[in-house]
């Protein structure tokens, strides 16, 4: 399997890739800001084919360039059903200015394909098996994405100041849901902290400690390491921090 990613100019957002290998169809997960120059590149290097784009929540910076990847690919974008009024109109999780800043002016388009993502779904799509675990908290329809473990000699192609040494260990793609050291912030529209709490001790905690966390903005970690220093796994009656969207 090869992994492959880069942080957006914008907010710092984690664009993902994922496929069985080189030359192999690929997944896309959040391509947010200003990314379609970049991946682009990052497809021909490895010479991918994209057949969808799969989206952690429907926030912008995650969001941002689904309908030009989309369009352009002719491929569909796959979102849980509680964030999907977000990809119909962004405001409704940020202000009106936030929006018309990030868009610069341009009018917003949804993409024409969306598939509906629900808790437990296994997706196999492009040779891969995904797993969704719906993780409300950040927004209604967060969502992390498993993947069965990267073997010896498989690739984990992401800028090495956010790498780490995956071989042999399952991954998990967490959204805002989780970070190296911190958690997504609940204070903005559709976010709760109890549900965070709850998808924390539900839907995290319970993975294995050699999993890989892709996350959606900072560096790899793993859930041993979260586990043993990350303050809202340790106790999750603090306060959400405010970090990226």
């Known amino acids: 399997m090869l992994v492959a990613g880069f942080p957006s100019d914008v907010f710092g957002t984690n664009c993902y890739v994922v496929a069985p290998g080189p030359g192999e169809e690929c997944v896309v997960i959040d391509p947010g800001i200003g990314v379609v120059d970049r991946l682009d590149d990052l497809l021909a290097e490895h010479r991918l084919r994209p057949v969808a784009v799969l989206l952690t929540h429907g926030h912008l910076d995650h969001t941002f360039s689904v309908t030009p990847v989309c369009g352009a690919k002719g491929v569909p974008a796959y979102l849980h059903s509680d964030d999907r009024y977000m990809l119909e109109d962004p405001g409704k999780a940020l202000n009106s200015m936030d929006v018309n800043k990030l868009l610069g002016g341009l009018p917003w388009s949804e993409p024409d394909d969306v598939a509906e993502l629900a808790d437990g779904q296994l997706l196999k799509i492009a040779g891969l098996e995904i797993a969704v675990d719906h993780a409300p908290g950040h927004t209604g329809g967060s969502v992390m994405f498993r993947t069965p473990a990267l073997a010896r000699g498989d690739r984990l192609a992401i800028p090495a100041e ?46 294995d400690d050699a999993t890989v966390v892709l996350p959606g903005h900072g560096p790899a970690t793993t859930i041993g390491r979260e586990r043993a220093t990350n303050p809202y796994l340790r106790d999750a009656g603090l306060s959400a921090p405010k970090r990226g969207f």
């Not at 042999?168 to 997504?184: N, R």
């Open 162 to 207: 956010r790498a780490i040494d995956a071989a042999d260990e399952p991954v998990c793609f967490s959204g805002d849901v989780l970070f190296a050291g911190s958690i997504g912030r609940t204070d903005l529209p559709g976010g709760s902290m109890e549900q965070m709490r709850a998808s924390l001790r539900e839907k995290v905690l319970p993975l």
